[in-house]
C-alpha cells in the first residue's frame, strides 16, 4: 500500500516542524514547498531531513520544491504560507499581505490536489480558510482551519500549572475565532471529570482564560516571531485523525451553515474528525455568557472576512 502524500505550503518555521512530525510519526511521505526564493531552504530542510530518517530508521521521504507539479495529488495540505506576526501586530493586521498568498496557494491547489483535506494554518486564521474554501469550492468537510486544537492546548497547559493535575487528565474546549475574543468554555472544562471550576478559584480562572486569547502574543513577544512546536503538532493531530480515520473530536474552524447561529463563515467549533474530513459538528449548551461571548467572537470573525472580500 503506497505511502500517503502531504503537501507542507510554506518551509518557515512551522512548516520545518511539521514536515519532521509527519516523518517521526510515519503519516507518510513529504513535499516541502515554497516560493522560488526560498526553494533552497525547502530544499535544505528536506535533505536534512532524509538525513534524520537514517539516523532513526525510518523509510518516508521527503523533498524540498517550488514546482507545484510535485504537490499535485496530495492527500493532505497543509498551508502555512504568509508573513508570521511581529511584537505588536495582532492576526488581523496580516490581511493585507496574506490574502494575496492564500489566493495563489488555494489557486494551485484547486489545480493540482483537487481531492485532498486541507488544514489552514496562516493568519489571520478563519477569514484566511474562509477565503481558501472560497475560492477552491473544495467540499466543506473537507477544509478545515486549525486553531480550536492550539488554543485549547493552551488553555490545558495553564490549567496543569494552576491545578497540579497532570495534564493527560485535562480536558479543554476553546471556541470562536482564532484572536483576542476566542471563547475558552470554562463550564466544559475538566480534570478527569471533575469541573475545573472546583479546583480553581474564579479569579485566577479568569487570569488564565485571558492568558489564552493572549497566548500567541505571548510568545511572539518573547520570541519575536509565532509559535510553532505547538501549532504544528496541532495540525498534525487533524491530519493524523483524516488519515487514520480516527474519529477525534477536537475544536477546529469549521464551515458554518446554521450551527451556533452562524451562516457562510468558519469558526472554530467542536468537530468530529475522520476518513471523511469534517464529519459532525458538535452543538454545545453555552451558558448566556458563553453565548455572548461567541457572538462578539463571531462579528470579530466576520469584520475581518468583510475587509478580505474588499481587498483586490
Not at 176 to 202: R, Y
Not at 213 to 238: C, D, H, Q, W
Request: net charge neutral; proline share 4%; aromatic share 6%.
Amino acid at each position: 500500500m503506497a505511502r500517503k502524500k502531504i503537501a507542507l505550503i510554506g518551509a518557515g518555521n512551522i512548516g520545518g516542524e511539521l514536515a519532521n512530525l509527519v516523518l517521526s510519526k510515519q503519516l507518510g511521505d513529504v513535499v516541502l514547498f515554497d516560493i522560488p526564493a526560498k526553494e533552497g531552504m525547502a530544499k535544505g530542510k528536506a535533505l536534512d531531513l532524509m538525513q534524520n530518517n537514517a539516523v532513526h530508521g525510518l523509510d518516508g521521504k521527503a523533498i524540498g520544491t517550488s514546482n507545484w507539479e510535485d504537490v499535485a495529488g496530495a492527500d493532505v495540505i497543509i498551508v502555512t504560507a504568509g508573513v508570521p506576526r511581529k511584537p505588536g501586530q495582532s492576526r488581523d493586521d496580516l490581511v493585507g499581505i496574506n490574502v494575496p498568498i492564500i489566493r495563489n496557494v488555494a489557486d494551485n491547489a484547486k489545480k493540482y490536489c483537487p481531492n485532498a483535506f486541507a488544514i489552514i494554518i496562516s493568519n489571520p486564521l478563519d477569514a484566511m480558510v474562509y477565503e481558501f474554501y472560497r475560492r477552491t469550492g473544495f467540499p466543506k468537510a473537507k477544509v478545515a482551519g486549525m486553531a480550536g486544537v492550539l488554543d485549547s492546548a493552551r488553555f490545558q497547559c495553564f490549567l496543569c500549572e494552576a491545578t497540579g493535575v497532570s495534564v493527560k487528565d485535562i480536558r479543554t474546549m476553546v471556541l470562536g475565532g482564532h484572536g483576542d475574543d476566542m471563547v475558552p468554555v470554562t463550564s466544559m472544562c475538566t480534570a478527569n471529570g471533575v469541573p475545573v471550576t472546583q479546583l480553581v478559584e474564579k479569579d485566577k480562572l479568569d487570569a488564565i482564560v485571558a492568558r489564552v486569547r493572549n497566548g500567541g502574543g505571548e510568545i511572539v513577544k518573547l520570541m519575536g516571531t509565532s509559535a510553532f512546536y505547538a501549532p504544528a503538532s496541532s495540525a498534525i493531530a487533524m491530519a493524523s485523525a483524516y488519515l487514520n480515520d480516527e474519529k477525534r473530536l477536537m475544536t477546529a474552524a469549521a464551515y458554518l451553515d446554521g450551527e451556533y447561529g452562524c451562516k457562510d463563515m468558519f469558526m472554530g467549533v467542536p468537530v468530529v474528525l475522520g476518513g471523511n474530513g469534517v464529519e459532525k459538528i458538535i452543538e454545545l449548551p453555552l451558558s448566556a455568557e458563553e453565548a455572548a461571548m461567541l457572538e462578539t467572537s463571531k462579528k470579530s470573525v466576520l469584520s475581518v472576512v468583510d475587509v478580505v472580500n474588499k481587498t483586490p
